[in-house]
């Protein structure tokens, strides 16, 4: 056919030229820079990155990064495996009320991310009046310091960010059980297998595919937005719950310091870059 | 176990999780519904014995609280159209045309979704600032249209690929060329992909949060988003049923939009995800 398909591509080659493209070139020219945010380069060198390594908060703020991810993405895969499951069973046994179920978890999702963070610190409130503390204390049992404790702020933003992003998980998850072939269970009653057994043996490696994929696109998605966190508890205790995206954030948009920021920024895409590649071969494995 | 003592397994379960997944959601309606006063009572009220629709009355009619949803709507809504029309013509040769790199560029239009929006804010912001486009909707509804490229090229490709070839090659021996056959035969076949890109678009749109929050300072522009979240921090206690209030009506329309299409995105979700 004659058709040529440069001049159709035309349009989404500007727009994410200009957005994308530009601009993470832009970054890496920034990052050997002296730039603020408020005047242009003047040298170049790597002062940017000499003063990403010896900043003392770095080391904190990548083990919460990773504390923080880790722990989201577990906890976000474990949920979603199991509201997926759970309602692909009730599926096949015909039970009402599954649809349901998918809607209140995909209904979580869709809460805007400062929402979610908003909400979540209504929860955790440590006021006497507080969701949970005054839930605890009706019961009888001890208030616990949700978010003044640094260790039990890093919980919290987990749990937010978990009750927020399950949908994700669950939909991957369902999608990929459904495609299971029903006769290997079948076969695997006619020898006798109980359900963990099944679960074990059939379910999970063939899930395997949709679990790697799934890891890595959530582990992306995690490392990428804070607007939750920020809500919720804004990076503190301190710098406790200051992962490596608000981090940056904190440090180009309040302290102006564009190289160090920028280098950092470059940090961000390299992980997501190489986590990417993961992906691309993930899938290219399963087209084969 | 039998399978019916394992189906009252899986209700107990599923109401678990349900009841999990409620509770955040109907705490916030609670606090929206209570008097100040219910609302130091905590978890003793979270059915409220004096339930009031004041809040809402109160956020409803303040002037700069409907300027915000307004700014929400009109950014989203341009953002998500932009971005459609901006995907059509590449999703259609994507679709229809061979070409070398097909497959590699249309990898490339999803691996954009990679990067953070908070990495190209950086430059962004000082190319706005030398334009004279920071704080304009403008400058936040370009970014927003990038935004949304990627996933309307997938959504509006794939729903191309669903609209008859032949219907295209009757139009074409009618002599009509390959935009025009796009604009009259094939766009009309596929309005339900396109109003699916456009409503999947909105729907982001209406959730992000660091675009209009780093790009527009001027409080009378921002969108609600950001506007909840500068009243979250200027709030106290006392002021705690207002937020919650306010808080809901900002999650109410996304909440809607999604009820409407639940279907649309759990295809586009399990389709981009799980290719292959």
């Known amino acids: ?288 | 176990m039998s399978p019916r003592a394992a189906d009252r397994a899986t209700y107990l379960v599923a109401l678990l999780i349900a009841a999990l997944f409620l509770v955040p959601l109907s705490w916030l309606l609670s606090l929206s519904v209570r008097t100040p006063q219910e609302v130091y009572l905590g978890a003793a009220r979270y059915l409220p014995e004096d339930p009031t629709l004041e809040n809402f009355r109160l956020v409803l009619t303040d002037r700069s609280f409907g300027l915000h949803l307004w700014n929400s709507l009109k950014i989203c809504a341009l953002g998500g159209a932009g971005a459609v029309a901006a995907a059509i013509p590449a999703a259609y040769a994507f679709s229809r045309f061979s070409f070398r790199g097909r497959t590699g560029l249309m990898v490339a239009v999803l691996l954009v979704q990679m990067v953070s929006p908070l990495v190209v804010l950086i430059p962004l912001y000082r190319y706005m600032d030398a334009l004279g486009m920071l704080d304009t909707h403008l400058g936040v509804i370009g970014v927003y249209v990038a935004l949304g490229v990627p996933l309307s090229v997938w959504v509006l490709k794939s729903s191309f690929d669903r609209v008859p070839r032949s219907l295209e090659e009757a139009a074409e021996i009618d002599g009509c060329g390959r935009a025009e056959t796009l604009v009259r035969i094939t766009l009309p076949l596929a309005g339900p992909g396109v109003a699916a890109a456009f409503i999947l678009n909105t729907m982001m749109g209406w959730s992000q949060f660091l675009v209009p929050f780093i790009l527009l300072t001027d409080t009378g522009k921002v969108p609600i988003s950001v506007a909840i979240f500068n009243f979250a921090g200027s709030t106290s206690a006392s002021t705690t049923q207002l937020l919650a209030a306010a808080c809901l009506v900002a999650i109410l329309p996304a909440l809607a939009l999604f009820v409407a299409v639940q279907r649309l995105i759990v295809r586009a979700v399990s389709g981009g995800a799980v290719r292959g």
């Open chain 1, 1 to 288: 056919m004659a058709a040529r398909p440069l001049l159709w591509l035309l349009p989404i080659a500007l727009v994410l030229g200009t957005v994308y493209v530009i601009p993470v070139a832009d970054v890496v020219r920034l990052s050997f820079s002296d730039a603020t945010l408020l005047r242009p380069a003047e040298s170049y060198g790597l002062s940017g990155y000499a003063a990403m390594l010896e900043a003392r908060d770095l080391g904190v703020v990548l083990r919460n990064t990773v504390v923080f991810t880790v722990a989201s993405v577990v906890g976000l895969q474990l949920a979603g495996l199991l509201v997926a499951l759970l309602v692909a069973r009730g599926d096949r046994r015909g039970l009402p009320g599954m649809t349901a179920l998918r809607t209140i978890v995909l209904a979580a999702w869709v809460v805007p991310g400062v929402a979610n963070g908003i909400i979540w610190q209504t929860l955790f409130s440590e006021a006497p009046f507080g969701a949970i503390n005054s839930t605890l204390a009706l019961i009888g049992l001890p208030r616990v310091a949700w978010l003044s404790d640094p260790e039990m702020a890093m919980v919290s933003a987990v749990l937010a960010n978990v009750w927020q992003g399950t949908a994700f998980s669950m939909v991957v998850f369902y999608a990929a059980r459904r495609a299971i072939d029903p006769r290997l269970y079948e076969a695997a009653e006619v020898d006798g297998a109980r359900p963990f057994a099944r679960f074990v043996y059939i379910t999970l490696p063939q899930l395997k595919g949709a679990i790697l994929v799934n890891t890595v696109l959530v582990t992306i998605q995690t490392l990428n937005t804070f607007d939750s966190i920020l809500a919720l508890t804004g990076g503190g205790p301190g710098r406790a719950t200051e992962v490596l995206s608000l981090h940056i954030f904190n440090r180009v948009f309040y302290n102006y310091d564009l190289g160090g920021g920028s280098a950092l920024a470059l940090v961000l895409v390299a992980i997501s870059t190489a986590l990417t590649l993961v992906y691309i071969a993930l899938l290219g494995r399963g087209r084969t």
